[in-house]
T-cell receptor, first 112, second 114 residues
Framework: KNQVEQSPQSLIILEGKNCTLQCNYTVSPFSNLRWYKQDTGRGPVSLTIMTFSENTKSNGRYTATLDADTKQSSLHITASQLSDSASYICVVSGGNAGKSTFGDGTTLTVKP | SAVISQKPSRDICQRGTSLTIQCQVDSQVTMMFWYRQQPGQSLTLIATANQGSEATYESGFVIDKFPISRPNLTFSTLTVSNMSPEDSSIYLC???????????FGSGTRLTVV
């Protein structure tokens, strides 16, 4: 069964600090992995998308890494801001039907 | 990326009634997706809506409960029928135009059934 597990479930950090969110998956064969940011009451917004051959991709203060061998990805947020408070969702596409599997998300709270 | 207008943004409905959610895309897309996001959980795919054919439903979702229309390449509706409090969720539509970008989501409809 294709699964995507994210950790931690929730995280509280102080403004200006860095943090790293984790995503482990069992989806096979692998097509791509995406990180989304979902603000409360809004739809998810794409941050990064990575294919098998990509190890690192950045989008401003967000840097995603992918290790396709260990089936792990991380999202690193640098110099956090209050506006980074949101749910971060890892989505992995692939499998025999080519569908997308969503993780349960990590809820990040940035405090002043 | 595509821009999606989804409405209503929220609604409070009586049990036993139905609500139709609309999604309008600013460009033509082949596939549109409808998701449900229950409180504190991630997104679950309800169905894939293709223009000119019946929607394809995921396990656990049926057309009688969640009828979908897709009259053209820029518009789709999802109806939540005969609602019960268990249907209280956020409902989202999404499209995928370019595999290099991923999904674009609507802003969601927050449904509360009382």
């Amino acid at each position: 069964k294709n699964q995507v597990e994210q950790s931690p479930q929730s995280l509280i950090i102080l403004e200006g600090k860095n943090c790293t969110l984790q995503c482990n998956y069992t989806v096979s064969p692998f097509s791509n992995l995406r990180w989304y940011k979902q603000d409360t009451g809004r739809g998810p917004v794409s941050l990064t998308i990575m294919t098998f051959s990509e190890n690192t991709k950045s989008n401003g203060r967000y840097t995603a890494t992918l290790d396709a061998d260990t089936k792990q990805s991380s999202l690193h947020i640098t110099a956090s801001q209050l506006s980074d408070s949101a749910s971060y969702i890892c989505v992995v596409s692939g499998g025999n039907a080519g569908k997308s599997t969503f993780g349960d998300g990590t809820t990040l709270t940035v405090k002043p | 990326s595509a821009v999606i207008s989804q409405k209503p943004s929220r609604d409070i409905c009586q049990r036993g009634t139905s609500l139709t959610i609309q999604c309008q895309v600013d460009s033509q897309v082949t596939m549109m997706f409808w998701y449900r996001q229950q409180p504190g959980q991630s997104l679950t795919l309800i169905a894939t809506a293709n223009q000119g054919s019946e929607a394809t439903y995921e396990s656990g979702f049926v057309i009688d409960k969640f009828p979908i229309s897709r009259p053209n390449l820029t518009f789709s509706t999802l109806t939540v029928s005969n609602m019960s409090p268990e249907d209280s969720s956020i409902y989202l539509c999404s499209v995928i135009q370019d595999s290099s970008y991923g999904y674009t989501f609507g802003s969601g409809t927050r449904l509360t059934v009382v």
